[in-house]
């Protein structure tokens, strides 16, 4: 009996304690779960860009790269048409757009003028007040933060292009004196009127779009980053030290890689006589004058900030596609391009021999085709060496270094012998 009762008791402590223990599990709350994040502050709209302004930018960039590989070097007649028919093929308005299309996209690789507008893009009113200026007056850009980095970017580029097709056409000039010892260069070109003719109607022939380098284009503008420029500088550009000594540009978007030294603007320069120790070991350029980069600047220049402003504020998208490209029209580079193609015309309409076609294609489609680049990006920057003025005996003026159109063909000496003459007597 006592047996049994000290099992019962046993048994019930240990259903009592199993109980509790149960019963303490199911009372133990969890912990309260943590407050919520605060809401994000808005962002504003993501940077948009409509497809037309990248599309017009790879037909840019698609001629620089052809025009700018001109060789000057020439097999035959046949080969010179060719070359010439290559580089003069571009309609002017359509490269004019294209080159402040491209660059807006290198203007929207400045991290700077991205990061003061994008806290601008935050407020509704504030980015629609901002888009109204922008497009009343593409002026307005110019006294944004950031736009100045931005427009040495935009300057630079352009420039740099200007110079690489002017001086592949300055070789190419030069091989039209060099080549008439060739007795080839001499003879008439064929069909002078249907090369003409096709020059022509190359001038209002669109280019296609590449649409790989399009779509390149675009993932760098939208990115800001992945779009490599590369321009022959100098050390002293203003208030930045600015890297690279190439040739003119070499654009790789989507890669991030350039085929050549890159030239990025840099922090601030320490001061000015370590600037003037740079540049006193490096060839100057035109490129290495602080004034190239003043205001005001070109409507190009203008215009082509304004577009990467609107861009970056959110608002650059398809459904504002007209207004950009109305933009892309900055008026003095379609007038420069136009007046080369005249040019153009004139000069082949004379051109007989071979070599006189060179000198059109090195003159009138690469030389003033960079002229009008440089000219589209900065009011003070031209490639034409400036000549040295002599005077004549008399005082008047005359250029002491001026090269012919062409080599003027040998005089014959007369000969010394004279004829002997007899008199009759008479």
Known sequence: MKLAITKGLASSLLALSLAVTLASCATDAPPPPPPPAPAPAPAGPPVALATEISDAAAVYVDYIQKASAIKNQFADGADIQAKLASAEAYEPNQLANGAVAFAAI?????????????????????????????????AYVAVLPGADAA???????????????????AAVKQSAYDIQMQKWSREFVIDREGRLAKAKSSAVTLASVQSDASAQLLTAALTGSGLVTRATTGQ?????AVGGAGDGVTFTPGTGQPAQPQATVSTPIASDAATTSAAANQPQTVFDRPDLFNQPYTQAVNRALTIAAIAILGEGGSTRAPALTSLLNDGEGQKCLAMSKLNLYQCLAVAKPHYEDVFCLGQHVLMDTGQCLGEMSSNALSFEPVKRVGFKADGTSAYTDPKPYLKPAPVKKASGKKKATTSKKK
């Not at 427009?151 to 056409?169: E, H, N, Y």
């Not at 002293?236 to 930045?240: D, K």
């Open 236 to 240: 002293s550009t203003g208030s930045y």
């Open 106 to 138: 290198v203007a929207m690789q400045e991290p700077a003028f991205r990061a003061s507008l994008r806290n601008y893009a935050t407020d509704n009113a504030v980015r629609a007040d901002m888009v109204n200026r922008l497009l009343s007056d593409p």
């Open 151 to 169: 427009a040495r970017r935009v300057i630079l580029a352009l420039s740099s292009d200007g110079q690489l097709v002017f001086k592949a056409g």
